[in-house]
Nanobody, 117 residues
Framework: QVRLVESGGGLVQAGGSLRLSCAAS????????MGWFRQAPGKERRLVAA????????YYSDSAKGRFTISRDNAKNTVYLQMNSLKPEDTAVYLC??????????WGQGTQVTVSS
């Protein structure tokens, strides 16, 4: 059983930056692809960024491209999401997830990000 714990959320003004962290425990971190999702009130949970377990290849949603960067440190069992040029529409709960294959198997509890205008 993999446990994921997010941190780094908070309140920031538009144009600011935040760095989210997700610490994993209970499994072999390098065996998992990792992703960051977000969910705003009344909206669907959507994938923001993902990083593979093998070659470190990345995926970004259109809204994240050019502003967000996902990275992982396998030695620290941690995945990061650097978010720059934040906008009010980025306000959401950000959740970390892990998968061995296609399905996202494990989820964190989430961390709130609020961007004020």
């Amino acid at each position: 059983q993999v446990r994921l714990v997010e941190s780094g959320g908070g309140l920031v003004q538009a144009g600011g930056s935040l760095r989210l962290s997700c610490a994993a425990s209970g499994g072999t971190f390098s065996n998992y692809g990792m992703g960051w999702f977000r969910q705003a009130p009344g909206k669907e949970r959507r994938l923001v960024a993902a990083i593979s377990k093998n070659d470190g290849s990345t995926y970004y949603s259109d809204s994240a491209k050019g502003r967000f960067t996902i990275s992982r440190d396998n030695a620290k069992n941690t995945v990061y999401l650097q978010m720059n040029s934040l906008k009010p529409e980025d306000t959401a709960v950000y959740l970390c997830a892990a998968r061995m294959r296609v399905i996202w198997d494990y989820w964190g509890q989430g961390t709130q990000v609020t961007v004020s205008s």
